[in-house]
């Protein structure tokens, strides 16, 4: 099965902050990465496939990036309504698996 | 408007049955191929199965292989999950999730999930 490991697993940010998180794959995966976000008590919405093209709707301060094992999401300034759990997905082959969260509080 | 709406949680006995289902909507329901997703109290997202858009195809997580099955009846536009032999650790919100349009591109819609508790 394919591993994946998100970092950090807890990040303290302001509005208006750059962040970026990391997910690496334990073998290779092309693009086939997806983003979420968690708000608490909701479910997951989708952010980002194939690594870096953003989900219809989402807003353009959210970018992925990478190929391969390595992949981050950046959110270039971050939002109030940004303040919650982010996971990474492989949709490279089953079972899918995910990351194990990276959850982004106000400083 | 695309709608999942699951139901079927509830408290049950570990080693008990309970069937969740996934009422779909708002979209053609046999177009899709579509998952079950699970999230333990305080903890992440742990995929459970998945079933093509025909019903013919369907793949596990290990950890439920050979008590879980998934299946669907596009005459209901239903998905569902039958969880046998259920464990302590089978303890979580059950999601459903529909699978992207080109197949790795993620899950764009999910449920609101339904609540699995098994204790004795």
């Known amino acids: 099965d394919i591993q994946l490991t998100q970092s950090p697993s807890f990040l303290s940010a302001s509005v208006g902050d750059r962040v970026t998180i990391t997910c690496r794959a334990s073998q290779g995966i092309s693009s086939n990465v997806a983003w979420y976000r968690q708000k608490p008590g909701k479910a997951p919405k989708l952010l980002i496939y194939?690594?870096?093209t953003l989900q219809s709707g989402v807003p353009s301060r959210f970018s992925g990036s990478g190929s391969g094992t390595e992949f981050t999401l950046t959110i270039s300034s971050l939002q109030p309504e940004d303040f919650a759990t982010y996971h990474c997905q492989q949709v490279n082959s089953y079972p899918l698996t995910f990351g194990g969260g990276t959850k982004v509080e106000i400083k | 408007q695309v709608h999942l709406v699951e139901s079927g949680g509830g408290v049950v006995q570990p080693g008990r049955s309970l069937r969740l289902s996934c009422a779909a909507s708002g979209f053609t329901f046999t177009d899709y191929a579509m998952h079950w997703v699970r999230q333990a109290p305080g903890k992440g997202l742990e995929w459970m199965a998945v079933i093509s858009y025909d019903g013919s195809k369907k793949y596990y997580a290990d950890s439920v292989k050979g008590r879980f099955t998934i299946s669907r009846d596009s005459s209901k536009n239903t998905l569902y999950l039958q969880m046998n032999s259920l464990r302590a650790e089978d303890t979580a919100l059950y999601y459903c999730?529909?699978?992207?349009?080109?197949?790795?591109?993620?899950?764009?819609?999910w449920g609101q999930g339904t609540l699995v508790t098994v204790s004795s």
């Open positions: 194939a690594a870096s």
């Open positions: 999730a529909r699978d992207g349009e080109l197949g790795k591109d993620g899950f764009d819609i």
